[in-house]
C-alpha cells in the first residue's frame, strides 16, 4: 500500500483523524475543498488496512453516480483490485439491489421494473387519459399539471403519506378552516358567512381531492404493471428493514463498515433506513460526512435536522470539523464564510493556496449583457492560456444556461452544457422531424409545408415562398411538389421544389420495406450527414442524428415492432410533458461550462462567474398548481434567504482563483432589477465593484457590433427578396383583426399566419371555440330553441370537422360543449333582440387605404328601432377583466381585445352608415355569479383613431420593408424561450457563410 501510505501521510491532522477513526459513529463537517473525497477512499483503505474483513465488508453510500466513479477510480489507485470488492452505490442503487434479493417480502411475484423519467410521463399520460377529470387534465393543455402531479405525489410518498392520509388531511383543513372563527365575516353585507377568501380557498382544496383519486390509479397501476418508482425505492427498502429482523442483520453481517457521503443531502426516508438497520446496535461503525452549508436539495427532501440528528441517533459521534481549504484563494473563503457560516461549528475556512485575486461585482444595463461579458472575459483567459474546461457561467434557472449558451456560441466561445443542451431546442432535430412526419404520413400538409420552408429542402427560401403564396395549401399534395415547374423545357425536373418533391417520394417508398433504424439511417444520412455545410453544421447535424438513434434503440427494446408513427408519437408526448431529452453531444467537457447553481455542486473551476443575479431572478419560485393543507405546505421548502445563501455559496465556493458576480439594472421589458439582498448585504470591502456606465464602457470598447456579433437577426440576399415580395402583395390578403393582433404581436406570426398562410394543426382549445360558435349560430338561426341532443349532434359535427376522431376526447369535448352553449341559452338567450344575424360578413373599403380590404365575422349583431346595433363577440376561455382588456401596451396601442371590438364598430359603421351603440364580449365558460362574464362598451372615436393608427402602421411598415425590424411582443411561457415564428425565420434567412 505504498500509494496509500504516500498519501496519508500528506493528510493534515483533522484529515488523519477523521481517516484513523475507523470505530464507532463519526461525524465530519467537511466545508467546501477540504478534501472529504480523499479523506473518505483513504478511510476505506484504513479500515482494510487495520481489520480482516475485506472489502465486501465495506459500504460507502454517497447521492451521484459520479460521486460513485469518483470514488472507485481514486480507490482503486490506492488499494489496487480489492477496491472492487468494496460496495460503492449510490443510495437508490443499493436500495434496489435490495428490492431485487427480497421481492417477494414485498408482496412482488417477478422483480419489479423501475420507471425512468420518460416511461412515467407515458404511465402519467395514461391515467390523464382513459379517466376522467375535472382539474387535473385542462383542455387546452392537457399536460398543465403534469409536473405538480408529479411533485405533489413524490412530496407524499418521501413523507410517508399514503393516498387516504392526504384525503383526510384536505378534509381537516376544510373543515379547520369552516369552523375557525376568523373565517366568518364580521361586517357588510356578508356579515356572518365565510370571508370570499376562505370559500376560494375551500374551493381550491376541493379541487385538489382529484389528486388524491390520481395517486391512488397512479398506485394501483404501478401495482398492476410490477412496476416501481424513483421514490418507491427508497420507501421499499425502508419497508423491507423495518419489517424484517433477519434482513437487518443480512445487511449488518455483510456490511460492518458504513460511509455515508454528502449527508447533508439525506432525506427522512433514507435516515430511517440506517435507523432500522442500526439503530439498536450498540455504537455502529457508521461514518458520515458532509456541510450544513451546502445542503441545497431541500426540494428532493433533504433537512438540516437530519444531518444534526446524526450527532445522537446512533450514540454519541465523534465530531470532526475539517477547515483547511486547499480549492480557493482566501479572499473567496473570506467571502464564503461572510454570506454564510456553519450552524455546527464556529470555525471558518482557511486558504492552503498562497495567491490572492479580486473578486468582482459587475453591474450590467441588461441581463444580456453580463453574458456578452463574461465570454469577452473566458475568451481572454482561454487566449492567456487558460483551458476552457478550468472556466465555468453558473445561472439561477434552466432557461438560463439554454440561452447563455447560445449568446457564447454565437461569440465564438467553446461552451460545454453537458446534458442541459436539450434534444427539442436542436434546428437540425426540428427540422429532421418535419420531414419524418411527411414519411409517416405524406398527407399531413402542415408538415409538407413546413418542411419547404425549411433549409433542409433545399430550396431557396424566396422560391418556397412564391410556390405557398400561389397555392391553395388545404389541398397541398407532394405530387404537386414534384410537377412544379413542369414546362420549363431543358430544366424541365430540375426546379428545387420539384427535387424535394421526388426525393420525398423515395424516402416514403423506401421506408414502406424497412424498420425504424433503417429509415432514420437513410434519411438522417441523406439529409443531416451529406448535405451539412461545413464542420459545424456536421457536428451539430451529427449530434441530432445521434440522439434521434438513441431514442429510437430504446423505443425497439421495448417493442421491437416500433413504427415510425408510433415513434414520432413517443416523441410529441415526451415534448408535450417539457421533458427534458438531453443531446449526444460530442466533446461535451471540452468548452466552458455552463450550468445552473445546482449542477455545479461537488465541481471545481479556476475561474467562476456567476450571472444573474439579482432579487427577482435569485428569489423567484414556481408557483404549485394546487392548494395545499397546511400539514403538507410545510414540508415543501420555501425559497427563503436561507436557500439562496447556500446554493451562492455553493457557487461562490466553486472557483479556485477567479470569481466575478453580476447583476443587471433592467430588463429588455423596461422593469428595473435589483441586485439580490444576500449579495447586497455583504460589506463591499469584499468586492471591486463596478457599476452599469463602466460595464458599458468596457464592452463599447470592443466596438458596438460586440451587442450584435454573431447575432443571427435574418438577413441575407432571400431577406431582401421576401420583403420586395410582401410589399408588392400584401395588399392581396383582406386586413381582418385577426391578422392586426398577428402583426403587432408578432410580425414573423403575421408573415407565416397571414401572408404565406402556412397550415397549423389546430388545438382542442380553437376545436372546441369552432363547435360552440358553430351551435350558437345553430341555435340564433333556429325557429325555436333545439333540443340538447340537437345542439349535441351539430357540435359532434362541427368536431368531426376539426379532425377530432378520437372517441374519449370526442366525448369529453362535446360534453364541455354542449354545457357552455347550453348555460349561454338558459343565462343570455332570452335578452336577444327579435332582429339578429349570426355569423355576419362584413367587408368594407376605406378611402383613406384604397388599396387594402377590410374584412370581419362578427359573432352577433342586434338590429333595434331606431338603427342602433349592437355587436358580441363569443369566447371560450376564462374571463377578463376591464383592466386587461382596456389596457394600452407600451407604444400606446389597444389591446387584442378592444383592437376586436374597436373593429367591428370600423367596420359596421364604415358599410352600414350605422352607430355601434353597443360592443359586447361574452366569456362564455365564465364561473357563475362571475361579474367579468359580459364585458360591454361603446366604442369611441378614440379607440376608431388608435385602430386607424395600427392601420396605417401596418399598411407604412410593409410597404417599406421596416417590419422585419419592430419587436417581438409575443409571451413566452416556460422562461425565455423564443418565439417560434421568429425563431422559423432566423432559421430560415439565417447568415449563410
Request: glycine letters at 6%; a negative charge; hydrophobic letters at 35%.
Amino acid at each position: 500500500m505504498n500509494i496509500f501510505e504516500d498519501e496519508y501521510k500528506k493528510l493534515n491532522k483533522e484529515q488523519k483523524d477523521a481517516v484513523d477513526s475507523i470505530e464507532g459513529p463519526v461525524m465530519v463537517i467537511a466545508g467546501p475543498g477540504t478534501g472529504k473525497t480523499q479523506v473518505l477512499a483513504l478511510r476505506i483503505g484504513n479500515i482494510l488496512k487495520k481489520t480482516d474483513i475485506g472489502g465486501s465488508g465495506v459500504l460507502c453510500l454517497t447521492f451521484t453516480r459520479s460521486g460513485v466513479t469518483a470514488m472507485k477510480k481514486r480507490l482503486e489507485k490506492y488499494i489496487g483490485a480489492e477496491a472492487n470488492n468494496v460496495k460503492i452505490s449510490t443510495f437508490h442503487s443499493y436500495a434496489i439491489s435490495l428490492i431485487e434479493k427480497h421481492h417477494l417480502s414485498l408482496g412482488f411475484i417477478n422483480i419489479p421494473k423501475l420507471l425512468d423519467e420518460r416511461e412515467a410521463v407515458f404511465l402519467v399520460d395514461k391515467l390523464l387519459y382513459v379517466r376522467e377529470w375535472k382539474h387535473l387534465r385542462p383542455r387546452g393543455n392537457p399536460a398543465t399539471y403534469f409536473s405538480d402531479i408529479k411533485s405533489l405525489i413524490s412530496l407524499l410518498k418521501r413523507e410517508r403519506m399514503s393516498p387516504s392520509d392526504f384525503q383526510k388531511e384536505i378534509e381537516k383543513e376544510i373543515k379547520s378552516l369552516e369552523s375557525d372563527p376568523e373565517s366568518v365575516s364580521s361586517r357588510g353585507a356578508s356579515k356572518g358567512e365565510l370571508k370570499k377568501e376562505i370559500i376560494k380557498k375551500i374551493e381550491a382544496l376541493e379541487r385538489t381531492r382529484e389528486i388524491v383519486d390520481f395517486y391512488e390509479a397512479y398506485e394501483e397501476e404501478k401495482q398492476k404493471q410490477l412496476l416501481m418508482d424513483y421514490d418507491d425505492v427508497l420507501e421499499y427498502a425502508v419497508e423491507l428493514v423495518e419489517g424484517s429482523e433477519d434482513i437487518c442483520a443480512d445487511i449488518r453481517e455483510d456490511s460492518q463498515y458504513i460511509l455515508v457521503d454528502e449527508h447533508q443531502d439525506s432525506s427522512g426516508v433514507q435516515n430511517n433506513f440506517l435507523k432500522a438497520v442500526w439503530g439498536e446496535t450498540e455504537k455502529p461503525n457508521i461514518f458520515v460526512v458532509g456541510d450544513d452549508r451546502q445542503l441545497i436539495y431541500g426540494f428532493g427532501g433533504a433537512s438540516l435536522s437530519y444531518f444534526e440528528e446524526f450527532k445522537t441517533a446512533f450514540g454519541k459521534a465523534k465530531l470532526i470539523t475539517l477547515v483547511e481549504n486547499y480549492r480557493s484563494t482566501a479572499p473567496i473563503l473570506s467571502l464564503a464564510d461572510t454570506l454564510l457560516s456553519s450552524d455546527l461549528t464556529k470555525e471558518k475556512l482557511k486558504s492552503n493556496r498562497p495567491d490572492s485575486h479580486d473578486i468582482y461585482l459587475s453591474e450590467y444595463s441588461y441581463p444580456r449583457d453580463e453574458i456578452i461579458a463574461s465570454g469577452i472575459y473566458f475568451k481572454k483567459l482561454i487566449e492567456e492560456g487558460l483551458n476552457p474546461k478550468e472556466c465555468a457561467l453558473l445561472v439561477p434557472k434552466n432557461y438560463h444556461v439554454r440561452n447563455a449558451m447560445n449568446i457564447l456560441r454565437r461569440a465564438g466561445v467553446p461552451v460545454s452544457g453537458g446534458d442541459s443542451q436539450s434534444f427539442f431546442d436542436s434546428r437540425a432535430v426540428a427540422s429532421f422531424r418535419k420531414v419524418l412526419k411527411v414519411i409517416s404520413n405524406p398527407n399531413d400538409i402542415v408538415s409538407l409545408s413546413n418542411t419547404l420552408v425549411d433549409s433542409i429542402s433545399g430550396v431557396p427560401a424566396i422560391e418556397a415562398h412564391k410556390f405557398l403564396r400561389d397555392k391553395k395549401l388545404n389541398d397541398l399534395s407532394i405530387e404537386d411538389l414534384v410537377r412544379y415547374g413542369e414546362g420549363n423545357g431543358l430544366f424541365e425536373g430540375q426546379n428545387p421544389i420539384s427535387v424535394w418533391g421526388k426525393k420525398l417520394i423515395s424516402f416514403i417508398d423506401e421506408s414502406s420495406s424497412v424498420g425504424l433504424l433503417q429509415i432514420l439511417s437513410f434519411a438522417g444520412n441523406e439529409l443531416l450527414i451529406k448535405n451539412a455545410d461545413g464542420h459545424e453544421k456536421l457536428l451539430e447535424n451529427a449530434e441530432a442524428l445521434r440522439t434521434f438513434f438513441h431514442l429510437a434503440e430504446m423505443q425497439i427494446q421495448n417493442n421491437p415492432h416500433q413504427t415510425l408513427k408510433d415513434f414520432l408519437e413517443y416523441i410529441g408526448r415526451l415534448e408535450g410533458y417539457n421533458m427534458h431529452i438531453p443531446l449526444a453531444t460530442f466533446g461535451e467537457h471540452k468548452g466552458v461550462s455552463v450550468m445552473t447553481l445546482h449542477k455545479s455542486k461537488g465541481l471545481e473551476f479556476e475561474a467562476v462567474w456567476i450571472a444573474h443575479m439579482n432579487e427577482e431572478t435569485l428569489m423567484a419560485e414556481k408557483k404549485g398548481g394546487f392548494t395545499l393543507p397546511e400539514i403538507v405546505k410545510e414540508k415543501i421548502e420555501e425559497k427563503s434567504l436561507a436557500v439562496a445563501k447556500r446554493e451562492v455559496y455553493v457557487a461562490i465556493t466553486r472557483a479556485k482563483k477567479f470569481c466575478t458576480i453580476s447583476y443587471a439594472r433592467g430588463d429588455v421589458k423596461g422593469a428595473e432589477l435589483n441586485l439580490a439582498q444576500v449579495i447586497r448585504e455583504l460589506p463591499e470591502v469584499h468586492f471591486v465593484s463596478k457599476s452599469a456606465d463602466e460595464t458599458e464602457e468596457e464592452l463599447l470598447s470592443y466596438g458596438p457590433e460586440v451587442y450584435v456579433k454573431n447575432f443571427e437577426a435574418p438577413e441575407g440576399e432571400d431577406f431582401e427578396k421576401m420583403k420586395t415580395l410582401v410589399a408588392d402583395e400584401y395588399d392581396e390578403t383582406r386586413v381582418s383583426v385577426s391578422l392586426l393582433n398577428n402583426f403587432f404581436e408578432c410580425p414573423w406570426k403575421w408573415y407565416f399566419r397571414n401572408f404565406l398562410k402556412l397550415p397549423e394543426i389546430k388545438s382542442d382549445s380553437l376545436a372546441l371555440g369552432s363547435a360552440v360558435h358553430s351551435a350558437i349560430e345553430f341555435v340564433l338561426k333556429s325557429e325555436k330553441i333545439p333540443t340538447e341532443k340537437m345542439i349535441r349532434d351539430c357540435v359532434e359535427d362541427s368536431f368531426k370537422k376539426e379532425g377530432v376522431n378520437d372517441e374519449r376526447t370526442l366525448k369529453k369535448m362535446t360534453a364541455d360543449a354542449v354545457e357552455i352553449v347550453s348555460k349561454w341559452i338558459e343565462v343570455s338567450f332570452k335578452d336577444i333582440a327579435p332582429n339578429r344575424e349570426s355569423e355576419r360578413s362584413v367587408s368594407f373599403k376605406d378611402p383613406r387605404f384604397p388599396h387594402l380590404n377590410f374584412y370581419g365575422k362578427i359573432d352577433l349583431t342586434e338590429r333595434f328601432p331606431g338603427g342602433e346595433v349592437a355587436v358580441t363577440d363569443f369566447k371560450t376561455g376564462s374571463s377578463k377583466t376591464s383592466g386587461v382588456i382596456e389596457k394600452l401596451d407600451d407604444e400606446n396601442r389597444l389591446s387584442s381585445y378592444m383592437r376586436q371590438l374597436a373593429m367591428y364598430s370600423y367596420l359596421v359603421q364604415g358599410s352600414d352608415k350605422k352607430e355601434v351603440i353597443s360592443s359586447k364580449l361574452y366569456f362564455l365558460e365564465s364561473k357563475e355569479g362571475d361579474k367579468n362574464m359580459i364585458y360591454a362598451t361603446r366604442v369611441g372615436e378614440e379607440q376608431i383613431d388608435l385602430l386607424v393608427r395600427d392601420i396605417a402602421d401596418y399598411d407604412k411598415l410593409l410597404k417599406s420593408g421596416e417590419w422585419t425590424e419592430r419587436p417581438c411582443n409575443a409571451k413566452q411561457y416556460g422562461g425565455g424561450d423564443e418565439c417560434e415564428h421568429c425563431k422559423l425565420a432566423r432559421e430560415i434567412y439565417k447568415k449563410r457563410e
